[in-house]
């Protein structure tokens, strides 16, 4: 029938053994879930960041009547672009390495998220002779624990109440 005996130390073995992979599988697994969701974390925080930022500039770019060319840097990281809207002056420019936008004067505020950093920011000036452009070309990076995710954008602009 059924022995009143204990488990034997061999089977006491195998099954700490099993328990033993068990948990190991299920640690690199938990391990392997927090690396990627930083990631992921990581990569929208990047992405967010460009589209706040580009949406920004080419929204403001569209609405300016002209570029102050002497406040602005161009074809150069990093770049700074001052324009003149029908209300206001804008400037969009780079202190450490956070994307900061400037309206008559006073900060507005960071353009980019916590975490991403703005490795270059280079504005090109287009004039056609008939309107004038701008060419923004973006490259960030977000660092989430030992990964680093760098990636580039751009976007162009005419503005719109420029025409000569």
């Given amino acids: 029938m059924f022995s009143k005996q204990g488990m034997t130390m061999v ?3 195998v099954y700490v053994a099993v328990l033993v992979v068990l ?3 299920i640690t690199g697994m938990l391990f392997s879930m927090t690396r990627s969701y930083a990631a992921f974390v990581g990569a ?3 992405n967010a960041s460009a589209s706040i930022a580009l949406e920004r500039m080419t929204r403001e770019i569209r609405a300016a009547n ?3 060319a002497g406040s602005s840097v161009f074809d150069t990281s990093p770049g700074r672009l001052t324009i003149v809207g029908p ?3 804008t400037e969009f420019y780079i202190a450490g390495d956070t994307l900061y936008v400037r309206e008559n004067g006073v900060d507005s505020g960071a353009l ?4 991403v950093s703005v490795d ?3 504005f090109r000036q287009l004039d056609s002779g008939i309107s004038s452009g701008v060419r923004i070309e973006l490259t960030l990076s977000a660092v989430t624990g030992t990964t680093t995710k760098t990636e580039q954008f751009s976007a162009f602009s005419v503005l719109r109440n420029s025409y000569h």
């Fill in 120 to 122: 270059s920011l280079v």
């Fill in 66 to 68: 002209s570029i102050t």
């Fill in 87 to 89: 209300a206001t002056t």
């Fill in 11 to 13: 089977e006491t073995l």
């Fill in 23 to 25: 948990l190991l599988a």
């Fill in 44 to 46: 929208r925080n990047l």
């Fill in 112 to 115: 980019t998220r916590s975490g």
